[in-house]
Structures are given as C-alpha cells and as structure tokens.
C-alpha cells in the first residue's frame, strides 16, 4: 500500500511541477509571448515555428491554444494561421518530452537549490519568478525519478503483474483512458512522461504504451475545448479545428502502430526512448501532413461555428472572457478593451448631452439617461472580473496596469 502511495504522490508532484512551470512562465514572459505569437502569422510556417518556440517555454499546448485563441475570438488573427500555430505546438510538447527522457538526476537538486534561493531573495521581481520556474523544472526532475523508485516494488509484486497481464490490449480503451488522464492531469508532457516511465519499468506492454499515448494526444485536444465551452463561438473555433486534427491524425495512425513499434524496438533498444520518439514522431508527421490542410479546416469550423448576428450593437460586456482568466495577460487584455468600451458609452452619453442641452431633445435625453445603466453594468462586470485575476500571478509591470483600470473605470462611472 505504501509503494501504491509514494506512486500517486509522485505522479501528483509531476503534474505539480508542470503547472508550476506553466505558470511562472507565464507571469515571466506572458505579454511577451503574446507579442511573439501576433508578430508570427504572417505565413503558416513562421506561425508553427513561433508555437513551438512558445510551447517550449510554457510545457503546454492547452495554455498556447488558450492565448492563441484569445487572438482569433477578437479578429486579431485568422483561424487558419491560429491552427498552424497549434500544429508548431504540439511538436514543441513533445520536445520537450524528448528533453525530459534524459537522465537529468544531477540536474534537480541544482535547479530545486537555485530557484528556492532566488524566489526567496526577489519573491515580487522578474527574478523571483525565474526562480519559481526553476523550482518547478527540478520537481518535475524529481518526480521522475520517484515515480522509477515507486515502481520498482510494484513490478515484483506478482499480485500487480497478474492484473496487468489481465488488462485487455483493446487500442480503443487505452486511447480512452489516455485522454482521461490527460484531461484530469491538465497536461499531456506529465502523461506521456509518466507512460513512458511505467513502460520502461515493465508495468504496461509496449502496446498498451503506444495507445496510451496516443490518447493522450486527443485528451489535449478535447481539453482545450472543454476550457473554452463557455466563450463565444470566434473563440471555440481554434480548440475545435486543432481537435479534428488531433482525431484524425490518430484514426490515421491506429493502423500504422504495429509498424512503428516493430520499427522503434529495431533502433531503440530502451522501452522509454521509444514511447518518447513516438510520441515526437506522431506529432511531426501531423504537422506535415495537416500544415497545408488549415485552410480549409479554418473554413469548415468557420461554418460549423458561425459568429452570432445579434452581438454587434449589443452595449452589454463584450471582451470580459472567462476563459482568459487561467492566462492573467490575456485577462489584462481584455479588462482594458472593456473598459475602452465603456469610455465610448460615456463619450455618446457626453456628446448626446450637448445635443439635448442645445435643441432641447427630450427623447434622445431619455435615451442617454437609460446608458447611464449600460455604464454601471459595465463598471461593475469589469471590478468584478478583474477581482478574479489573482495579483500574484500578474508581473510588476501587469499589476500597475490592473490599478490603472480600476483607477479608470471608476472614473467613467463618476463622470
């Protein structure tokens, strides 16, 4: 019982690990990133370079499709080059899979040392999250290590070698719960990486392995769209295109497995080695194969997912995204183009104002009197949304701009 502990305390330090990473990436280099990404679409192979290159620094391509998306629900990028982008950063997932197969035992202590030393020196600076960073790259070290001590034992327990023996070597149910595990652990880096630990330990067969991963895949995939449900149709069609080519991608390789593991176990000596470069090597081949299909996936889930008609006049809250919140630039982002719109509320108000002073326009002072209740909605919509961003995940330069919005929208609501 105690090997099954140490085991789950592992896996959940792994996943700890990633967030961290995720996380303080985020805070480090957020707008940065953003900046990275928009500047990248000009063509669909600079975009996947720029996904990969982002993917690499974050270690998840649902926080990239979160970012991305953003771009694509406020028409600041097309679809088609936001799914280019998306292809770039699956393969930088696996990468960074590839990077973490490595034996890097020397290499936690140093990061765990360093990164507690400067997040406790400069807890509020850009230092401070580096160090937060590293902290997180040398838990997901360690992790990996503990999940191969954790195992060990419970390779030669003969009651856990019978039930694995008895599991059923159906593609389909190993896809199914790969892509439960990934939607659970929000990462598909911490899936893949605790696969192929557990293959190489000889806790799963190589085929069970290979489906595993591959659902992992498809659980990145629906993951994204779980996280954008509640947004707007322009924002969910990015997670929905990069899904149907993850789905798609996998109906394609199902047939192909057999032969790539006979292939990898030919080359690859180690169980874990292979179960990384296969899941490198299925994300490289779809973004060859699908880098010139994003055309007209961008057109299918256009039609799928159609912008509303009824939205454009609406005076109502149009930026306020929940779904940006799990990404605290994005979130500033949106803040400050709400409160923009409720500056041009408060200017027709003040224009209108003029016009009723001058000509004595009774209705259009009725109608000007009924915006006084479009600004209050939209004053306390954005107090309250940005209330949800947590201040701590913001960099000092973000924080100073959630004040200035607040300092603002107070402002538009007193005048």
Known sequence: MIHLLNLLAAIALLVWGTHIVRTGVLRVFGENLRHVLSRSFSNRFTAALAGLGVTGLVQSSTATCLIVASFVGTGLVGT???????????????????????????????????????????????????????????????????????????????????????????????????????????????????????????????????GLVLGANVGSGFLAMLVTASGKAELRRLPLGNFIFKAVGVVLAVPLMGDAQALLQTYVPEVHQQVVLFHLGFNVLMAMTFIGLTGPMARLVERILPKPSN?????????????????????ISCAAREALHQADVVETMLRGSLTVIRENDLELGGRLRKLDDTVDELYSAIKFYLTQISREALSEREGRRWTDIISFTINMEQI
């Open 80 to 210: 088609s080059a936001a799914l280019a982008v998306m292809l770039g950063a699956d393969v930088g997932t696996a990468m960074m899979v590839l990077v973490f197969s490595f034996d890097l035992s020397w290499l936690s202590p140093l990061l765990i040392f360093v990164g507690v030393v400067l997040f406790l020196s400069r807890q509020t600076s850009t230092i401070g999250h580096v160090g937060r960073v590293l902290i997180g790259l040398g838990l997901i070290t360690l992790a990996l290590q503990l999940i191969v001590g954790a195992t060990k034992p419970l390779t030669a327990a003969p009651e856990v070698r019978a039930l694995l023996l008895a599991l059923p070597n159906e593609i389909m149910l190993d896809m199914f719960v790969g892509a439960l595990l990934a939607v659970v652990s929000y990462s598909s880096l911490a899936v893949v990486l605790l696969v192929a630990t557990l293959g190489a330990q000889g806790l799963l067969p190589a085929s069970v392995v290979f």
């Open 311 to 331: 939205e454009a006049g609406s005076d109502r809250p149009r930026h306020l995204d929940p779904v940006a919140l799990a990404t605290p630039s994005l979130a």
